[in-house]
């Protein structure tokens, strides 16, 4: 599924909608003219602006720190190719490139889950990507265990939740900024934030907590 | 959902994100205290999950793969995709349409809404064909015109879409029949055949115009020897109670200069200072270079000067016995050949000297061995010249001649620069310099030492 169908079945569901301030728009506006022409100063500015975003939003989602810096080179490769194919962003750069790591992350989950298993309860045990082989060193880490369950229980959330969780503790984004991007109001996302924890703790239960 | 728990959480969560530690935040609700702990526990490992180190290596690794990428595409070249047709209309209604999406939700759909109704408002009540009956300087003229547009746009054939500019070109014409009909004083712009021509009156497609001295002409000589009945003219001016146009300015649509290329690009080409627009169908003879001189075929658009054809300057230069190509077998339409029995003379200041052709007055004027120039003539100098008007419109100098300027002081004044009417030193450091020349014993220069005047030296 492509990142705009990902996107409509979102819409489709009222779950994702990002937005900006008519400020912002305005900047990001003569950052994407200056996309449009490949420009290489424009890109290695945006890389350089919107990278650590793009690079948190995964990092916080995914284990492992390789896995994010793929995912975050991966973002921003769709957005050459879609700005080459005259179907890149038109006015919010920042939230093209949130909506679409969020869409590679949930790709990548996808992946893992859909991957051929003998039984359905060792998928995740399976997974190299979220399980430490027993050669690493941090396999014994209290830390990392409890990261990498947190992170598969964020997974199970709704897509909204996820994704509120994901800009409010990942990319620590103010409510107001989290609001605008998600096209909700401040009040809204504090509830959705809220049962997004409640959820969390419901699923972690007494493993983690 | 309890709201007092939720702001009471979002206000500890704002404490404990500026280091106050969870236990005290808590103790600032106790009646809360059950409910809050644990939430804010599951906030804080959901905290613990952020990382806020920014690996810079693979950032870095990362930008330069991303750069090879856009060279790799920018050397490809951009894909054409389906919407590329029509992205001059895709790209502002979505930028309009993500707009809405940074409202709220509600204000968005409610404002998506009112301009979809305002639109099938404006197509379905009748606007547009009532426009299509208006007339220069009516409210709904604008309406009509950009309807116009945006119909020859969407076409996609060609030929479709060259008979509809040719249809809305007559419908100017009708227009402006009208204007003069219901004696109204209008400023119009047509495209017509010009039929007749008179000193003062000229008639373009039946209409008659009024030429003055304060019409401009332009056209393939800068004066009106190039304009013969049968000549596709555009004309600029103002329509009056007494039936005609007065026009402020008539324009060939297609004429042909000679001139020297300045620049080449994929997209326009410079020649002689002027800039023309390259189509799929401009003619271009093989092999021209910068710094080539050319015969220019142009046709004037609203978008500018666009080249039919761009040939060889294939004439001969210095050797006056050598036969004369005729040009107009490489037109790619028929131009009517001026009197070259007819001699002319030009005066102007002395702008450039090329191998082959000097610049006096803004006009391009070719020397060969015949021509008879007087000594001491350089660059700044006041020149007449007389010429004759070859069979491809070129100019071939006869006789070249200096005019003293202490003789016609008012005549031959040299002319100022732009650049010398802001800085009056350097106008009079042109005329010295001209002065100092004088006193050279050379009789010639090189084009090499026209074209890089040493003022500073002298003085």
Redesign the interface.
């Known amino acids: 599924m492509s990142d705009w169908q990902s996107l409509a079945t979102y819409n489709k569901i009222g779950l994702h ?6 400020r912002q ?1 305005s900047v990001e ?1 003569s950052e994407i003219d200056l996309l449009n022409t ?1 420009d ?1 100063q424009a ?2 500015a945006i ?2 602006r919107y ?2 975003e793009v ?2 939003f995964a ?2 989602r995914v284990s492992d ?1 390789v896995t ?2 793929d995912i ?2 991966d973002v ?2 769709r957005l ?2 879609a700005v ?4 890149g962003p ?3 750069l920042r939230g093209w490139l949130l909506r679409t790591t969020a869409n590679i992350v949930n790709d990548h989950f996808r992946r893992l889950y859909t991957r051929p298993k003998e039984d359905s309860s060792e998928v995740l045990e399976n997974s190299s990507d979220l399980y430490l082989s027993q050669s690493d060193p941090v396999v014994l880490s209290d ?1 990392a265990e ?2 990498r369950l ?2 598969l229980a ?1 997974d199970k959330l709704t897509d909204a939740q996820k994704l509120v ?1 994901t800009l409010r ?2 990319n ?1 984004f103010s ?1 107001e900024e989290t609001a ?1 991007l998600m ?3 401040a009040n809204t996302i ?2 959705l934030q ?2 997004a ?2 959820a ?2 419901q699923k ?1 239960g007494g493993d ?2 | 959902m309890n709201q007092r728990l939720i702001d009471a959480f979002e206000r500890c969560m704002e404490l404990m994100e500026a280091g106050v530690p969870l236990e005290d935040c808590i103790k600032k609700y106790p009646d809360l205290e059950p409910e809050l702990r644990e939430i804010l526990e599951t906030a804080e490992e959901v905290m613990n999950l952020r990382e806020e180190r920014v690996p810079i290596e693979p950032m870095n690794r990362n930008r330069i793969k991303l750069l090879s990428q856009a060279k790799f595409l920018v050397s490809n070249g951009r894909q054409n995709t389906s919407i590329s047709g029509v992205n001059w209309l895709v790209k502002p209604i979505r930028r309009i349409v993500d707009g809405f999406s940074s409202m709220s939700p509600l204000a968005g759909r409610l404002v998506l809404v009112v301009a979809i109704t305002g639109l099938l408002i404006l197509f379905s009540s009748g606007l547009v064909i009532t426009s299509a009956k208006s007339l220069p300087g009516d409210s709904l003229y604008p309406v009509k015109r950009v309807v116009e547009d945006i119909s020859v746009r969407l076409v996609p054939n060609r030929e479709v879409r060259s008979e509809y500019e040719i249809n809305y070109s007559q419908q100017r014409v009708v227009e402006v029949k009208r204007l003069i009909e219901l004696k109204r004083i209008q400023q119009i712009s047509f495209e017509g055949i010009l039929e007749s021509m008179s000193s003062t009156s000229w008639i373009v497609s039946d209409i008659p115009i009024s030429i003055t001295s304060d019409t401009t002409i332009v056209g393939e000589h800068g004066g009106t020897q190039s304009f013969l009945p049968g000549s596709e003219v555009e004309v600029e001016g103002i329509t009056n109670a007494q039936g005609w146009v007065a026009a402020t300015e008539i324009h060939l649509r297609e004429y042909k200069f000679i001139g020297m290329v300045d620049k080449i690009t994929a997209k326009y080409w410079q020649v002689s200072g002027i800039q023309l627009l390259i189509t799929s169908r401009t003619q271009i003879d093989v092999g021209i270079r910068e710094g080539d001189d050319v015969t220019v075929l142009v046709r004037s658009e609203d978008s500018g000067l666009h080249a039919l054809a761009i040939l060889h300057d294939v004439r001969p230069i210095t050797t006056p016995n050598m036969p004369q190509p005729n040009l107009s077998t490489l037109m790619p339409s028929e131009v009517p050949a001026p009197n070259t029995e007819e001699d002319h003379q030009v005066s102007g200041i002395l702008e450039q000297i090329s191998s082959n052709y000097w610049v006096v007055g803004g006009q391009i004027i070719y020397v060969i061995g015949d021509t008879h120039i007087s000594d001491g003539i350089n660059i700044g100098d006041s020149l007449s010249v007389n010429y004759k008007v070859e069979a491809n419109g070129s100019y071939t100098a006869i006789e070249i001649e200096k005019i003293d300027n202490d003789e016609h002081p008012d005549e031959y004044q040299p002319q100022a620069t732009p650049e010398s009417v802001d800085e009056g030193d350097s106008h009079e450091a042109a005329i010295v310099t001209t002065k100092v020349d004088d006193e050279t014993e050379e009789s010639t220069c090189t084009p090499e030492q026209q074209e890089t005047p040493e003022l500073t030296d002298d003085h």
């Open positions: 909608r990002f937005g900006v301030s008519p728009m506006s490949l290489p890109i290695s890389h350089n990278y650590p690079y948190g990092r916080f720190e994010a810096e975050a080179a921003f490769m050459l190719e080459h194919n005259s179907r038109y006015s919010n830390l409890r990261n947190l992170q964020i969780i503790f990942g620590r409510l605008q096209g909700k109001k504090k509830a809220f049962r924890l409640e969390l703790r972690l983690l907590l």
